[in-house]
């Protein structure tokens, strides 16, 4: 058993815990944060994508106890059914989802990768690694590849993302 | 998983007494391939220590105009980092093409040089695994083998090296550079820290125990077209089935290394020479004595055009 | 309510409600994570334990012995289930092979232990414990080893392994055109997101299961048949599904171990089947090989077609029924069809997807392809051609609707189909090939009995409940619809309960068959709310109107809540059939479009556009029936290009039994999808008017990608997927 705190959605939260507590595990059974899912545990699917210290992960591999003092974003923290997140909001207006397992994972991860590209991190489909990376479909599409939505919303959540975006723009 | 006990540590000494106090003790960085193996019990290290409060994190210039990286510079970091994608281009292409972004947040410098197989034999723990389980046989062979090596794997063994970025770092002749527990350290060609399989297919680097990566360095820019082509069934978030990395110069010689055919990035300096002359050239002298299987003989004219169409690009 | 004659004018035909682009009412739910899945109720049952599948290492024979003393002695161990403990069990009316194997090992990861501990990493390192050693028997595993020997398997009803018109193999013999090709279809695996999940807790002898589930009734009644108990002892609670394809049909091992944990353990108990075991321990698509002959005159008119299809399953195993679409689809005088099924030991074939006409419809769309090219027919013009509006086998029995030849020809329209260059290889891109293809969509409407509950407030709150489910399909939001439309008031007026074994009897997910029976149900349900509402407010007229929140006849109105003034207002109905799926073949129609690129060097296939046109009835939500057929069009990218369980043919198992092995398709791999619904109602299929479209979307796609690939390249390939190395050989020089 190990001790750790670190916060979550705002709010400080130490935990005693099996060393081998994933952080995913951490949040869904500990904390009851059910709203980061689990589809693979394996670092193969990204249901489980949360974000840390303003990075977006695979919370299955990663144990809890590394992340020490560390800020925790899940989707809960994004928002609630009352007062969505923008990107919330974006997947229903686009039906950017279906049965709704990958949802968390995919808005976590879409809500990072927006902040990436403003970073100017470059990416797989970039053309010029010397230049900054553009928000194009190509792009969205190649940074979103991570999370793995099998009911196939892929292109709704492509059109979700974009006019996120450009209201950020 | 099987139980362990976990310590954090700041210092290389403290991380090498720590692996000299515990016989079965392993460092975690990133985590992303240990952690996916513990949980199959692949991976049964019965004490963690955490060396991500090490400093290993920067990328600095070397003396003689190369870069130091870090051993735990997330591959994010170092494909966006501005000097690599200036002048290292291939290495920055390598490390996008591998994995995902939620993975690539994580993943380390040192840790994607030493991730493991992605054969699913050796991830089946019923299957018999040299890798896993020495002397218990190879199910892979005569099995399903489309994604495995054609060339420099053994009887024992025809896993391949999943990484991208050490691809890479193989093209453009890296240095590894490590501490050892008794606190000397040593530079490893990076041609020399992956093995080919033999008879020991579960010693897969020439790492000695409780040995610590702690940078990789690059030396000076070549110049050149650098490009990274990975081909794959899926257009994102997959291992290669072939990868080529190459560095062409103007004149049409360079450097080329191959991945996703072999247990280790798969360069043949010699068949370099051929660059000027085209792909084929180049692939006949690169996949001499390859032994494919009837279901990865297609990687064999894979490399070859992969290659054409590289060195195509690379004229403009 | 029993639905016999064509339906009139009704309530829906207003159309307020029904019919418009509605967002999901569950999205807030699950865009912010407060959706509760089968592993998620963390409050009700408190504190269960956690429970941990072993899965067999063999694919057949038996379990010689097993040691669980070092697991009974793992620390937080509360419980170890085996076959040799649990009990007599008995098996599932839907299930092949037993879910819990031993001493008999049926399929490779059949489960032969659930360990239940205080903790998940406890359960988890404590299976690893388990030894079990096996004596393994010798076992066929090779689809096209069993060809030969495969018999004809029993019909059911009006499902005959063969089936024959006129004088197939004379009219054959003699057109002067023919086809004779082979296709192969591979095994194909679900793959949802949320892995099969139960959690059981026991009050006595009642048992409820917090599962994930598409057929609440059908697994109720398989729980209670396993577990040998009172079906009215069986409470299951499946309010949100993770996807389900077909794979959650039935009752499966992580609900029966979950039972047996908690029953074992003395308290509450979830299990959550690791991801790389689904792959080899549920069930999945299986491979196909089938034979498909034409003949057709020089006018382009098909004389003969014959479709013969061979897959394998385990004993007491049904084949795939890949011919299904052959009989209805095209005209033609002479025709068979036939069915063949080899015994395999490989993990349990079933229902996914368009069972049937899914990997049926890969195989027959690119038999039309190559046979219009050997008539120097355009595609389209040769599916025209060849249309019938009459069953084939039956020309007395006409179509309720059909619109392929409508669809194909929008679709070619809205596509740009005329800019396809006919001959093959000749479009190029840069480093890219590019071709188009198309391919018919088809799929067969299914009626099925459904109920459900309607109750009504004082506040004019409508609230339904049913035990339909809703797996990402969108019941949640047409069946509001229906009650919103229904009763006369606004969507926010309705809350809706699903997926409960305490409510009634509803169709259930699957067979693209949930959203137009499931919303008859609640039609039914709801006229008789109404009729109950105008007693209780004393109208005596037929003519009654509900909307806006009031009920109206001649000049006087009154607030529909006022019925429930002194007690809510309940109603209970079904939507049952009486013989229009006889007098009428009801079927779903569409076609799919493609362009493509082939990578010139690598062969890589990349997609560029799709388009759907679908004709499938009334849509109740253009919304997510759209998002249905993306999702459909989806997973055809994926059964056309990449997906395929490797079989390792001597021990017997699916080789990439996780999802980076197993691989379905990506962000990266999906551009822009267009879909466009024909404008359609179907009077003979229910009073909604409605007919599925979920599967659909599915049956045509991947034949669209492989005639594509053809267009762009010259190359044929008649064994999904077509992945690169299929092609690199006969690739022209880059």
């Known amino acids: 058993m190990a ?110 990768v927006l902040d990436e590209i403003k970073a100017g991190i470059p990416s797989h489909v970039t053309g010029d690694l010397n230049a900054a990376p553009q928000l194009t479909n190509t792009e969205l599409r190649e940074r979103m590849s991570g999370n793995i939505c099998r009911c196939g919303a892929y292109s709704n959540i492509a059109e979700a993302i974009t006019e996120v975006a450009g209201r950020r723009a | 998983m099987k139980s362990f006990t976990y310590e954090k540590v700041s210092s290389p000494a403290a991380a090498a007494s720590a692996v000299v106090s ?20 692949i991976e049964t290290p019965s004490h963690l220590i955490d060396v991500n409060g090490l400093g290993f994190d920067k990328i600095e210039p070397t003396s003689d105009g190369g870069l130091r990286i870090g051993a735990l510079v997330r591959n994010t970091a170092l494909a966006a980092d501005a000097r690599i994608r200036r002048d290292y281009g291939l290495l920055s292409r390598a490390l996008l093409a591998g994995a995902s972004g939620q993975l690539r947040n994580k993943a380390t410098t040192a840790g994607n040089l030493l991730q493991r197989t992605r054969c699913p034999y050796f991830y089946d723990t019923n299957q018999p695994c040299n890798k896993r389980n020495p002397g218990s046989g190879c199910a892979a062979i005569g099995g399903v083998t489309r994604q495995h090596a054609v060339i420099g794997a053994s009887d024992a063994c025809i896993a391949t090296h999943p990484s991208d970025m050490a691809i890479a770092m193989r093209a453009l002749d890296a240095t590894v550079q490590t501490a050892r527990p008794d606190g000397s350290i040593r530079d490893i060609p990076i041609a020399d820290l992956h093995r080919l399989p033999g008879d020991t297919p579960h010693i897969e680097t020439t790492l000695t125990s409780g040995e610590l990566i702690t940078s990789v360095t690059l030396p000076k820019p070549v110049g050149g077209t650098h490009i990274y082509r990975k081909v794959r069934d899926r257009a994102s978030y997959a291992f290669a089935l072939v990868s080529v990395g190459a560095i062409v110069q103007r004149d049409g010689t360079g450097r080329v290394a191959v991945g996703g055919i072999a247990h280790k990035p798969w360069r043949v300096e010699a068949a370099e020479a051929e660059m000027p002359h085209g792909a084929k050239a180049v692939a006949a002298h690169l996949l001499e004595g390859a032994s494919p299987t009837k279901e990865n003989a297609f990687k064999l004219s894979l490399v070859e055009r992969t290659l054409g169409a590289v060195l195509t690009e690379a004229k403009g | 309510m029993k639905f016999d004659t064509p339906a009139t004018t009704n309530p829906i035909d207003q159309l307020k409600v029904i019919g418009h682009a509605t967002s999901r009412i569950d999205g807030p739910l699950k865009t912010t994570g407060r959706a509760t899945y089968a592993y998620e109720w963390h409050d009700r049952p408190a504190s269960p ?62 489960a032969v232990a659930v360990v239940v501990a205080e903790t998940f990493e406890q359960a988890r390192a404590a299976a690893q414990l388990v030894k079990v050693d096996y004596a393994a028997a010798k076992g066929s595993f090779d689809l096209s080893a069993g060809r030969d020997g495969a018999a004809k398997p029993p019909g059911r009803g009006d499902d005959q392994p063969d089936t024959t018109v006129g004088d197939f193999p004379g009219a054959f013999a003699s057109s002067p055109v023919q086809l004779d090709a082979t296709y192969t279809t591979p095994d194909q695996a679900h793959a949802m997101m949320e892995p099969h999940a139960s959690m059981a807790a026991w009050e006595g002898d009642k048992l409820t299961l917090w599962t994930s589930n598409q057929m609440i009734a059908w697994t109720t009644g398989d729980v209670a048949k396993t577990l040998g108990l009172p079906k009215e002892n069986v409470r299951l609670i499946s309010p949100f599904i993770g996807g389900g394809f077909g794979g959650k049909l039935f009752l499966r091992a992580d609900a029966v171990l979950a039972a047996l944990g908690a029953r074992a353990a003395n308290r509450p108990v979830k299990v959550a089947m690791q991801r790389p075991l689904m792959f080899n321990n549920t069930t999945h698509r299986p491979a196909t090989i089938q034979r498909i002959r034409i003949g057709a005159g020089r006018d382009g008119k098909i004389t003969a077609i014959g479709h013969e299809s061979w897959s394998g399953n385990l004993p007491e195993g049904r084949p795939e029924t890949a011919v299904q679409q052959t009989r209805l689809l095209y005209a033609g005088e002479n025709r068979m069809t036939a069915l063949r099924l080899a015994m395999l030991d490989l993990p349990e074939g079933n229902a996914m997807r368009a ?109 339904v409940e049913t035990d339909m489910t809703d797996i990402g399909t969108g019941s949640y939001t047409i069946i509001a619809q229906t009650a919103a439309e229904m009763m006369g008031v606004p969507l926010e007026k309705v809350v809706v309960r699903l997926g409960d074994s305490s409510f009634p009897v509803s169709a259930g997910s699957g067979g693209q068959f949930g959203a137009n029976n499931s919303t008859s149900g609640v039609y039914a349900a709801c006229v008789k709310l109404r009729e109950a509402v105008a007693q209780k407010l004393g109208f005596n007229s037929a003519e009654i109107a509900f909307t806006d929140g009031q009920v109206t006849a001649g000049n006087r109105s009154v607030p529909l809540g006022q019925a429930a003034s002194d007690g809510e207002l309940a109603a209970e109905d079904s939507i049952e059939y009486g013989d229009l799926a006889k007098t009428h073949q009801q079927s779903t129609f569409g076609a799919h479009f493609v362009e493509l690129g082939v990578d010139v060097a690598t062969a890589e296939i990349r997609v560029r556009r799709m388009l759907a046109v679908c004709a499938a009835g009334r849509i109740l939500n253009p919304t997510t029936a759209r998002s249905q057929v993306i999702g459909a069009m989806t997973m055809g990218v994926g059964a056309a290009l990449m997906e395929e369980l490797a079989v390792d043919k001597r021990s017997g198992f699916f080789v990439n039994h996780d999802l980076a092995g197993y691989e379905v398709p990506v962000h990266a791999d999906i551009p822009h999808q267009d879909t466009i619904f024909l404008d359609e109602t179907d009077p003979m299929s229910s009073p909604m008017k409605a007919k599925g479209i979920g599967e659909l979307g599915l049956c045509g796609v991947a034949a669209a990608l492989a005639n594509a690939v053809y267009n762009a390249t010259g190359i044929r390939v008649r064994e999904y997927p077509i992945t690169l190395d299929k092609l690199l050989h006969r690739m022209p020089d880059a």
């Not at chain 1, 099996?18 to 980061?36: C, K």
């Not at chain 2, 079965?24 to 199959?40: E, P, Q, R, S, V």
């Not at chain 3, 040691?67 to 649990?86: H, K, Q, W, Y």
């Open chain 2, 22 to 41: 515990n016989s079965n003790a392993k460092f975690i960085a990133g985590g992303t391939n240990l952690l996916d193996l513990m949980k199959l019990e």
């Open chain 3, 49 to 110: 334990a956690y429970g941990y599948i072993v899965g067999a290492a063999i694919a057949k024979g038996r379990i010689a012995s097993m040691d669980l003393s070092r697991a009974r002695s793992a620390p937080g161990i509360i419980a170890i289930v085996t076959a040799e403990n649990a009990g007599k069990l008995g098996k599932g009316n839907y299930n092949t092979a037993k879910l819990l194997g031993g001493p008999d090992i049926d399929h490779y990861h059949q």
């Open chain 3, 355 to 463: 069972p049937g006409e899914a990997p049926g419809m890969m195989a027959l769309e690119i038999a039309m392809d190559e046979m219009a090219e050997r008539l120097g027919l355009d595609p389209i013009e040769f599916r025209a051609r060849n249309d019938t509006q009459v069953d084939p086998e039956h020309p007395n029995r006409p179509f309720s609707q059909r619109q392929l030849v409508e669809c194909m020809r929008i679709g070619a329209e809205r596509f740009g189909w005329n800019k396809r260059n006919a001959e093959p290889g000749k479009q190029r891109d840069g480093r890219w090939l590019i071709g188009m293809g198309v391919a018919a969509a088809f799929r067969n409407n299914l009626l099925m009995k459904s109920g459900a509950r309607v109750r009504l407030d004082r506040g004019g709150t409508v609230t």
């Open chain 1, 3 to 112: 001790t750790v705190s670190f916060s979550v959605n705002g709010e400080v939260r130490a935990l005693k815990l099996d060393t081998r507590t994933t952080l995913l595990d951490a949040l869904r059974e500990h904390l009851h944060l059910t709203g980061t899912k689990k589809g693979c545990d394996h670092g193969q699917c990204g249901a489980c994508t949360v974000i840390v210290g303003g990075q977006r992960i695979n919370s299955c591999l990663t144990l809890a106890v590394m992340h020490e003092g560390e800020t925790v974003t899940t989707i809960e923290g994004l928002g609630t059914p009352e007062h969505m997140h923008p990107m919330q909001a974006a997947f229903v207006k686009h039906d950017g989802f279906q049965c709704g397992y990958c949802t968390p994972g995919q808005i976590c991860s879409a809500v990072a």
